[in-house]
């Protein structure tokens, strides 16, 4: 993905203005000499020796050019107290490989802090961070990636009790990752993605594909448990299971899709990615899954590891075959079902209360963009950009200002440019470091500002750029756009103000029309929309309470940031709206199937919840367990997602589908499933097996209709 397709407005055309200007791809470095105890000065004997050692030093490598030093013509910068300086160079070579090359400039900048103790001598910069960050973030997800997989069979193994019936719904999920992600190399050609979009098709693939599986496994053995043949319960199982898993799988593709409509890049990979991994996994288990029963049959129940367990261990270590069997229901969920619809009025109220206590938080929410304190643990390289910044506020990430002209190097441009840079220090909110490069056809010129303050500050002094500076001085010699750091987290949260309704209505409505047209029931879908947000909220309410406020900040180990990274709301929204209908869709069509066959609605929402509460619980602690791995990273915007999407899960298949969506079912009885007269002609779609005449006890047949 090319930079500015992840950016949006000023600083997208900016972005573009400088992909088509052949700037020379340069990793630029800096190292911050400053006197530890505050007695050493720029102009001391002392510091001169060390900052002409240091540059020596790192001239030798052969891996530098262009260096800078306080002490040259057109010297690098100093403080006002001088006190520090940096010393300014470039890394041979392309910048995206310049980490690769970087190491012996780091040896060589140790080398000078060793000589001079009484000195902070410490590098920092792109090669410098890509080298010392970037490898324990790839560690971090690589560990994570490599829990996740052995987590999820254990749950597995444990749920089935059988290592084939563990292993298949795991190879489903890996096949489908693969398989999506050989599509995304032949649809990335046309629309670019995210380096993280690997990453999370690797979370996606493994919540749809291993639930999926479970859906269909489950039905499949209790039919056989009821007697079925193989050939008839795999039947069944296709037309009731495999039902659920294609309504599921289109709800939450058109959950993923909303992303395209932010207009962001990032987002719009994200949905790519997800919405490949997603199709794959629905097609390989409405496909592979029945063939691969079909030729396993019963085998697929063989507890070898468990009867192996159980016999070495004289039968003191053994556990239920939970999704096996009649019925899959446990003691637990049993008992709380059954207090549930007692009290069903009682039990809403305590759920909604208690989720509605969550969200609360929520409406505090702040977002920020992702900084240098985003990183997690004891990295050294991250202090030394905090005193850099805190010596020359502005100096890490400054503003970029693109001038497009002619002849960037004409008198009346080179004027215009010093006019910009005088106006601009005399506003009070810029300072240096003050740069212009110039590109080779010298059509496009890149200057670079530092920027003082912080937060609302920096915000401020981009807009006193854009509205005044820019206009007053470069407006009249070419065409002028300001980006950066700043200004694209700005320019970002503009374009999201403006899409995120988009994103939500797109999502709720499409959702909507498909579970209205799936269990033909108004109050159905409605129900579903209103649970789904109420979960999404306390999710949000959690991230508040946890990043926000800093409860739990010791237990995970992080320093609260006191905001929520930016793109983090609407990215979860999408897909905690989506993965949540994987089990809503799942136990309604369980539920709906009971009524069709004469069940009265009570009593098919106790057969539909119970009957699912294996697979459900399953299928969530896996979720929860993968999504967890996310918390132990050292990227606090992983952290974040990781810990949401988690809370969320467990939010969703706890109190919402185990106790508000049975109380409020009990509550509304055969309302559930009114439809206005004027929707009839609505499609009649069978959630069981049309050829299964296996009556279920009928209570009462009333069903209010328009």
């Not at 039905?219 to 319960?233: C, F, I, L, P, T």
């Not at 080779?440 to 937060?455: N, Q, Y």
């Amino acid at each position: 993905m090319k930079d500015y397709e992840n950016q949006n407005g000023d600083s997208r055309k900016a972005g573009q203005i400088l992909d088509g200007a052949h700037f020379k791809d340069v990793a630029g470095e800096v190292v911050l000499v400053q006197s530890k105890d505050g007695t050493l000065g720029v102009k001391d004997q002392r510091f001169r020796e060390a900052v002409t050692r240091l540059k020596d030093a790192v001239t030798a490598t052969g891996q530098v050019e262009n260096v800078r030093t306080p002490y040259d013509k057109e010297p690098s910068p100093i403080t006002p107290d001088q006190r520090t300086t940096l010393v300014q160079f470039d890394m041979k070579g392309e910048a995206s490989s310049a980490d690769q090359r970087v190491q012996p400039v780091l040896t060589a900048v140790a080398g000078v802090q060793q000589a001079y103790p009484e000195l902070r001598v410490e590098e920092a910069g792109g090669a410098s961070a890509g080298k010392l960050i970037g490898e324990a973030i790839d560690k971090d997800f690589v560990r994570a990636e490599q829990l996740s997989l052995p987590i999820t069979f254990g749950i597995l193994l444990a749920a089935f009790g059988a290592i084939l019936a563990a292993l298949v719904p795991l190879a489903l999920a890996m096949t489908a990752i693969i398989g999506a992600t050989g599509l995304l190399a032949l649809t990335s050609q046309l629309l670019h993605v995210d380096e993280a979009t690997p990453n999370l098709m690797l979370l996606i693939g493994l919540a749809v594909g291993v639930d999926y599986s479970l859906f269909y496994i489950r039905r499949e053995r209790e039919e056989r448990a009821k007697g079925r043949d193989k050939q008839r319960a795999i039947e069944i199982a296709a037309a009731t299971s495999g039902r659920a898993v294609l309504i599921s799988g289109i709800t939450v593709i058109v959950a993923m899709a909303g992303m395209f409509l932010t207009g962001n890049g990032t987002f719009m990979g994200f949905a790519e990615g997800t919405i490949l991994v997603v199709v794959t996994a629905m097609i390989g288990s409405l496909t592979v899954l029945p063939a691969l029963l079909s030729l396993i049959g019963d085998k697929i129940d063989a507890r070898l590891i468990h009867g192996t367990v159980r016999v070495l261990t004289r039968g003191r270590v053994t556990w239920a075959r939970k999704l096996g069997g009649r019925n899959g229901e446990g003691r637990f969920w049993n008992t709380v079902l059954t207090g549930v619809l007692r009290r069903p009025l009682v039990s809403a109220l305590i759920s909604g209360g208690l989720l509605l206590a969550l969200a609360v938080p929520a409406f505090t929410l702040r977002t920020g963009s992702q900084t240098i304190d985003d990183l997690q643990g004891d990295y050294a390289i991250a202090e030394t950009f905090k005193r850099i910044d805190q010596a020359f506020p502005g100096g890490n990430e400054p503003a970029v200002i693109v001038l497009k002209a002619a002849d960037v190097t004409a008198p009346a441009v080179t004027a215009a440019i010093d006019r910009f840079k005088q106006q601009a220090f005399a506003t009070g909110e810029a300072n240096e470091p003050f740069g212009v490069e110039v590109n080779p056809d010298k059509t496009v010129a890149r200057i670079s500002v530092g920027l003082k303050g912080e937060g609302e500050a920096v915000e401020h002094a981009v807009l006193t750029l854009r509205e005044q500076v820019v206009p007053a001085t470069l407006a009249g010699v070419g065409e002028a756009h300001v980006t950066g750091n700043a200004a694209g987290s700005m320019d970002f949260n503009d374009q999201l103000a403006r899409t995120i309704p988009l994103v939500f209505g797109f999502v709720l409505l499409l959702a909507f029309l498909l579970l209205l047209v799936s269990f033909r029931s108004l109050v159905v879908a409605v129900k579903a929309i209103v649970l789904n947000l109420l979960s999404v909220a306390a999710a949000y309410g959690v991230l508040v309470l946890v990043f926000q406020k800093g409860y739990g900040e010791g237990l995970l180990g992080f320093t609260s940031t006191g905001y929520i990274t930016d793109w983090l709301p609407l990215f979860l929204f999408v897909i905690l709206f989506g993965l949540s209908m994987d089990y809503h869709v799942f136990i309604l069509s369980r539920v709906r199937e009971a009524f069709d066959r004469g069940m009265r609605t009570e009593d098919a929402v106790a057969f539909g919840i119970k009957s699912t509460a294996g697979v459900v619980t399953s299928a969530a602690l896996i979720m929860v367990a993968v999504f967890g791995t996310f918390a132990t990273l050292s990227l606090l915007t992983f952290m974040q997602m990781g810990v949401g999407l988690a809370a969320a899960i467990l939010i969703d298949a706890t109190i919402v589908r185990a106790v508000l969506l049975p109380a409020t079912m009990r509550l509304l009885g055969d309302w559930n499933w009114y439809l206005p007269r004027w929707l009839h002609w609505l499609p009649q779609l069978s959630h069981g097996d049309d050829d299964d005449h296996e009556p279920l006890p009928r209570k009462d047949l009333p069903v209010p209709v328009g």
